[in-house]
């Protein structure tokens, strides 16, 4: 049943920013007017899918494409993966997108011109 599924914790009142903020004129357009829906949590957003990072691991170094150094500036990216009550989550695996320069994906999606 939908009602027995854990949900994620909330973002604690003034820890996000603002959707309108007057010195960055997009937000005015883009920021909801209404407000927000909430959606109970699925199962298979709780639960999985499950992967590894052997699943891809030409994939796991960043730093490199093709054999040579990656162009573009190298960033440090940290985090934790934690459940609903702040428990870190044993072997989750995060996937991380990157653009390249051109705004482009390294996916056979990505043929857009």
């Known amino acids: 049943m939908m009602s027995d599924l854990a949900s994620y914790r909330r973002p604690a009142p003034g820890t996000q920013p603002a959707y309108d903020v007057p010195d960055y004129g997009s937000t005015h357009k883009r920021h909801p007017k209404q407000a ?4 109970e949590h699925t199962l298979s957003e709780i639960s999985g899918p ?9 994939h796991a170094d ?9 162009m573009g500036e190298r960033i440090i990216v940290a985090g934790r993966v934690l ?10 695996m995060v996937e991380i997108w990157q653009a ?7 996916h056979a999606r990505d043929q857009h011109d």
């Open 36 to 39: 927000l829906v909430r959606l």
């Open 83 to 92: 459940d609903e009550d702040g428990r870190p989550v044993r072997g989750a």
């Open 62 to 70: 960043l730093s490199k494409a093709n054999g040579r150094e990656a």
């Open 100 to 106: 390249n320069a051109a705004g482009r994906y390294h």
């Open 50 to 58: 499950r992967m590894t990072s052997s699943l891809y691991p030409s």
